[in-house]
């Protein structure tokens, strides 16, 4: 496939956090690290809606905030049918990680992950899904 060349501006933080992912990644070089960037987000966005899918959404979070514990298991209450399992790990006073198991059609639970993603207390939260053939 012929390749084009093109600039790139980045601030001096995100082209630090560029050079650092080449290295984690044991990338060849900066070109590379954008190319990985681009279809790993293909990947996780390349889906349609009704797609079977599958996989986890990680959630971190602390549970004093926002009254958390009980939206989570509402939201998970409501999706039962796309839940396989659930974790939870109490991580110390403050903070749980949970991990959901997750198998359904892709715009489903891409609703899902969003509306515990952005409960009041999340601290981070994302979902891994591939699809099912
Ligand atoms: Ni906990």
Redesign the pocket.
Known sequence: MAQKRFGVSLDEEVLKSLDQMVIRQKLRNRSQAIRYLVENRNVENGWQSNDMVSGAIVLLYD?HKGNI?EKMADIQHFFYQEILATQ????DHD????IVAVKGKAGRLLDMANQMISLKGIVHGKIVTSKII
């Open positions: 549970h514990s939870h790990f109490h991580l903070n749980c990680l949970e």
